[in-house]
């Protein structure tokens, strides 16, 4: 189980019913995130933040972060992560950029 420590860090809440949660993971990793978390039909959806970094941001719904943090806490070993101690504005998260 997730530590209170560690939930703590993870939880930025973006607005009522809204939960970030905001990684590190290895940059090889960043697209395993994408695919098995939104393989998961409305669980969370992932967001690459810095892809040098390999900080991604996991949004979800407070209805869901229990399971998103079991989740999380399960593929630990496989797809190892920690707490993004960072900070990221949410503006900037939500910004919509032309590719």
């Known amino acids: 189980m997730i ?3 560690n939930k703590t860090i993870l939880n930025r809440k973006i607005q009522d019913g809204a939960v970030l949660l905001l990684l590190e993971v290895e940059r090889h990793a960043i697209v ?3 695919a098995v978390m939104e393989g998961y039909d409305g669980m969370a959806t992932v967001k690459t933040i810095d892809e040098a970094q390999g ?3 996991i949004i979800t719904t407070q209805d869901c972060e229990d399971l998103v943090l079991k989740f999380l806490e ?3 070993e496989e797809l190892p992560w920690r707490a993004f101690e960072g ?3 949410t503006e900037e ?7």
Do not use: T
Request: aromatic share 14%; net charge negative; no cysteine.
């Open 93 to 99: 998260l939500f910004e919509y950029r032309e590719v």
């Open 32 to 34: 395993l995130f994408h």
């Open 3 to 5: 530590s209170e420590k």
């Open 55 to 57: 900080v991604i941001a």
């Open 74 to 76: 399960n593929v630990r």
């Open 87 to 89: 900070d990221v504005s």
